[in-house]
């Protein structure tokens, strides 16, 4: 026997449907969330059955269902009272008694199980103005709720709407996150794969200039061996360069977020150990800060880079290196004086460029050192600060937050 009537479509169908589709919630996993609701309307209603229901194409299906079976998933959409509801979505949809609405007297929800009485629906409106389903109390026996109780279930119905706000960004957060993960990982793969690449023809061109040094210096003219020298300086800048980008991302991939509280002058030591002190070099720690909450790895890298540098870069007999900490109203400040050559003050911008490097740099410096230490610095949401004077040393610092 056909059906007295079923629900027409709302005049933004199209809209809806698509929009249902974006919060891709449809056929996904139960969720404690979204039964805690259910279990509240039932509760404030006084109902023995409650439903959060999305209307799709051709059926309801049941996110969250309180005193249905529980092979019960969904309907077809002609028999879903929710397909009613979302013709309005400024108002729920109160049914007092379907056996008397000519909607729903020969409704098989209602001549059949789960013998449907009493039905009240709020609409699940979207923030695009779009009713996907409902949120809906029934009962096999007819009730009347008061304006509170409707408020209620209103009221948790935009609970439902903000669950499935935040289920669509916490999918679109995890589709990004695979996203960058898949392309850090194809990146990382292409600039090992490069760096082998360009490092063979590089240690080639170095073998290449040493057997001519070796086997030909007789024969070549003084401007021949100055050329000679440039072709084996521009290899040794290329591998640096290599070395230098390897170096770069390899220290902001071992990021971590972690803070822990850290015995800074164990660290300065450890640093020291590692970077095995030449004798003409003095490495000390001076608080009063001697732990400092922070990410354990970049405040090592940090560290390592600005020890090392001083390193490098000294020009004394006796090289010493001091690390100091003190609170300040940022947080806590980390500094790295040492006595070294220091520079001129317009030079100061400079030396947080990738692949800058000093007139006189050292030997085996590929210029990314500082630029990592800004870096991870502003990653652990903090700053760096410069200061020199020519000829007597030079502090770099950084302060980074204490809570």
């Known amino acids: 026997m056909a059906r007295l009537t079923t629900a027409p479509k709302p005049l933004d169908e199209a809209l809806r449907l698509q929009n249902l589709r974006d919060y891709q919630i449809l056929d996904s996993e139960e969720e404690v969330n979204f039964d805690d609701i259910t279990a ?13 229901s999305f209307v799709d194409q051709e059926r309801q299906w049941f996110k969250s269902t309180l005193g249905l079976a529980k092979d019960l998933t969904e309907t077809p959409r002609d028999d879903a009272f929710c397909a009613y509801n979302i013709l309005d979505a400024s108002s729920p949809l109160v049914v007092p008694d379907a056996r008397t609405d ?72 995890e589709l990004r996150h695979r996203k960058l993960n898949r392309a850090h990982n194809i990146l990382k793969d292409f600039s090992n794969l490069i760096a082998h690449d360009l490092k063979a023809p590089l240690r080639n061109i170095k073998s290449y200039t040493e057997i001519l040094r070796e086997e030909y210096a007789a024969s070549l003219p003084a401007d021949g061996m100055e050329l000679l020298q440039g072709l084996e300086a521009v290899a040794d800048e290329g591998r640096s360069m290599i070395d230098g980008v390897l170096k770069y991302s390899s220290a902001l991939n071992d990021f971590d977020e972690n803070r822990e509280p850290i015995d800074l002058e164990k660290l300065v030591t450890s640093v020291g150990n590692r970077l095995v002190l030449p004798p003409d070099v003095t490495l000390t720690f001076e608080g009063p800060v001697g732990r400092v909450l922070a990410s354990s790895v970049p405040l090592d890298h940090i560290l390592l880079n600005l020890i090392s540098n001083a390193i490098k870069f000294r020009d004394k007999p006796c090289t010493a290196i001091n690390v100091s900490s003190r609170k300040v109203e940022d947080g806590v400040r980390i500094g790295v004086l040492d006595n070294c050559r220091g520079f001129p ?13 000093s007139a006189d740099g050292a030997e085996d410096s590929h210029g990314v050192g500082l630029n ?8 652990m949401r903090g700053k760096v600060e410069v200061s020199s004077e020519p000829g007597k040393g030079s502090e770099i610092a950084f302060v980074i937050p204490s809570t």
């Open 345 to 357: 003050p317009e030079s100061a911008k400079s030396l947080f460029t990738m692949f800058y490097t």
């Open 40 to 52: 509240l309307a039932s509760h404030i209603c006084g109902t023995s059955i409650s439903l959060i």
């Open 102 to 173: 000519y909607r729903f007297a020969d409704n098989p929800l209602v001549t059949g199980y789960p013998e449907i009485t009493f039905y009240a629906g709020t609409p699940l409106v979207t923030r695009e103005g779009h009713a996907l389903g409902s949120l809906c109390v029934i009962d096999q026996h007819s009730i009347e709720l008061s304006e509170k109780q409707l408020d209620a279930l209103a009221r948790l119905g935009r609970q439902v709407v903000n669950l499935i706000e935040l289920r669509r960004a916490a999918v679109a957060a």
């Open 372 to 379: 990592i230490v800004q870096r991870l610095v502003e990653m």
